[in-house]
């Protein structure tokens, strides 16, 4: 099962893996071409009714694949306004192959015939809101003919993830016979009275399994977002340690947060501060971390988005004792790391917790390990489930697993080059920061949330992790393209940026 946005991001990961989405199109067609030679006999009328994006792009491939049928392919709309590169050349090769096509300007002209079969691509995952014109009459046209109608991908009008009208209840939409939907069940569809056929388009199982550069969409930043939406973070961290928490604290502030602050104890918050200017620091009193401070930080954590504890706090008793009754109270979203992580397995809070242990760290949370990447994800899926947080393992592979243990990702990004220290600061920090952003795709401008009239929402904490072991890794990629082995934490931090937003 798979949403439509996860899908959108597989598809992403898989052009990534050099498999383009005008090569998945071709497969696509080729499996809808097959479900209409499953319903008719050679020479049959097929009848198919193409929207302008994808959806439309994937029946202009199932045509060219039904020689021996008598199709037509009625374009919704004018060829100049197909939206997608892909589409409008697998609309051209239709033109130039003489497969017979009508332009329907009007819909009140669209003129079926009785054809045995229609094939709905009007619209996929890319629609939004209630079917406009000429989509909406041309649904009922097709619901009014006594023919098998096989819908590309959903229904057109149909949410893919509910299965209700994307114009809501009662609303127009194509009622389908059977669906031809690619790569993966969507849980819509089980909910429709239509038969439904998975076909497989030759997406990778490592577009699934590894993240990518789809793992990045739900970071996309709006440019007219306002101050505060994209996230601030509050480090909580040093003592013994000065660089770590500010490490951490720059690759938020690098990674997109805000707003940046660091609490840390008296004796290290000037080597802190001076680090950066851009950091906000907030100094406890004494050498280290301790229960006394739990006041204070919890004032600070009351409205920060996201709390990164842990980065140089070291072991002492006390410091311990601090993260363990500050989690214990704290009922917000935190990325735990370093000696913070140990208490993670004990402690019962309300709070959203990502921990990023190494392996070591992870053994000493109780986790195991183990040297093939499939059952290591197996482990850390099933000890994620167990503490009830998310968890990111670092390591040459890095896995990341959701807090029910449902979904499991690895990383491959990264190099030895990154075993210097401090990376793993740096990796806290970036999570942190994109744990603290809403997720654009749920602002406004998705219909479903409008009406609802919902908040949007913090991005979901797993896919944070995932897309900050991603990006942390494409930082340190870089940077030893530059530095070689000889990278250090700092030269990670000024690359985020690039490798997050210019992919
Ligand atoms: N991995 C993938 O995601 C793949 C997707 N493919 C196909 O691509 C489809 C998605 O394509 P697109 O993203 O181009 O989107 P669609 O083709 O589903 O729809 C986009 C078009 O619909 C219009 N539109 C949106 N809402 C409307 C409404 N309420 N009334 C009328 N018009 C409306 C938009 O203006 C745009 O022209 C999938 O459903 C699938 O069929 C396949 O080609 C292969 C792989
Ligand atoms: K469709």
Redesign the pocket.
Known sequence: MISSER??A??ANAAALGVP?KQ??ES?GNAVAQEVRAASDPGDAVALVC????????AFVAARFLADRDVTVHLLGRPESI??DI?RENWEALRAAEVPTETVADSAALDLGSPAVVVDAM??????????EP?RTAAAAVNSLDATVIA???PSGVDADTGRP?GGDGAVAVEADRVVT??DAKPGLDRLDAGVTVAD?G?PAAAERYTGPGDLLAFGRDPDSHKGENGEVLVVGGGPYTGAPALSARAALRAGADLVRVACPANVADEVQGYSADLIVRRLPGERLSPDHLERVADLAADRDVVVIGPGMGDAAASVEFVRRFLAEFAGRAVVDADALRVVPEVDTDAELICTPHQGELRGMGGETAADPTERADLVRAFAAEVGHTILVKGRYDVIASDDGERVRQNRTGNPGMTVGGTGDVLAGTVGALAAQTDPRTAQTDPRTARTGTEPALTDPFQAAAAGAYVNGLAGDAAAEANGHGLVATDLIDRLPHALYDE
């Open positions: 899908m959108a597989v598809d989405r998945l199109m696509s929207g302008r994006g994808n959806n439309g792009g994937d939206g997608t589409a619209l996929g995952t890319g629609v939004s809101g209630a079917l406009r989509e590309v991908d959903v994307t690619f790569h388009i997406i």
